[in-house]
């Protein structure tokens, strides 16, 4: 575990955050936020924000980069959905990020349960607006589909780093190409929802391979990019191989612009939900 620069050493957010861990813990949730150890956590759950998780937090997918558990999932909670909108009700939020761990176990990879999400919280937030951050579903587009039918405003879906990379980064079942088919599907198919997608730097990625994979997403129609350092969350993950300069992720942002994407958020902190709402309002009002 590497010693942090400077422009990495984060200072604390006072705010909510018990106000929300209580909320959270009252409607049995899990949050990608605690789960995978965003460094971020505090901050969000101060300003009384969270990503939800669904379908348990035991992922079927061992990612070289991530503190979410992985072994065997447990089955679907039927009631999980009106839970989340109860949350997030409770919250009183105005953007709802909804996530999952893979559940290469279920037959629809959980595209069900994100639809009941979806629409629950449509129910109980009518003026909300919702984004998604999907697994790949091995690839079904049948899969895709059934979350798009529930109407999300963005869909996100993160290809995390470089093609050179992804064999070593994502799981063995990862495919940096499906997940680039997966953005172009529901683009395709849905040009009224928003693509989005992000990356990690810091994996011992080289430049012209970020701005390959900038272009590669531009060119399957992803509007929205996030670009973030990699943090080790374990001694047992993947480690650092590079912090990156503020002025890199500033020239990678520009980079971004000129190809077009409706908004890019990159920086060292940065995450796929973090300051979602944000990114989302900026979007959605073009």
Known sequence: MRRFPDWL??????????????????????????????????????????????????????????????????????????????????????????????RDDLTDGGAAQFFETITAIRQALPEATVEVLTPDFKGDERAVERVCDARPDIYNHNVETV????????????SFRRSLGLLAYVKRSHLDIVTKSGMMLGLGEKEDEVLQTLEELRGHRCDVVTIGQYLQPTPAKRGVDEFVHP???QFYENAARRLGFLEVYSGPYVRSSYHAKEVSARVLST
């Open 9 to 102: 050493r984060k200072e604390r957010t006072p705010g909510a955050a018990t106000y929300t861990s209580q909320v959270l813990a009252d409607n049995r949730l899990h949050t990608v936020c605690e789960s995978a150890r965003c460094p971020n956590r505090l901050e969000c759950f101060g300003h009384k924000t969270a990503a939800f998780m669904i379908l348990g937090d035991v992922c079927t997918r061992r990612c070289g980069f991530c503190a979410i558990p992985a072994g065997r999932a447990v089955g679907v909670d039927e009631d999980e959905p009106k839970r989340v909108a109860a949350a997030a009700s409770a919250l009183g939020l105005r953007h709802v990020v909804v996530t999952s761990v893979a």
């Open 247 to 249: 002025d890199m992720f």
């Open 163 to 174: 093609e050179r990379l992804t064999p070593l980064v994502r799981s063995p079942h990862a």
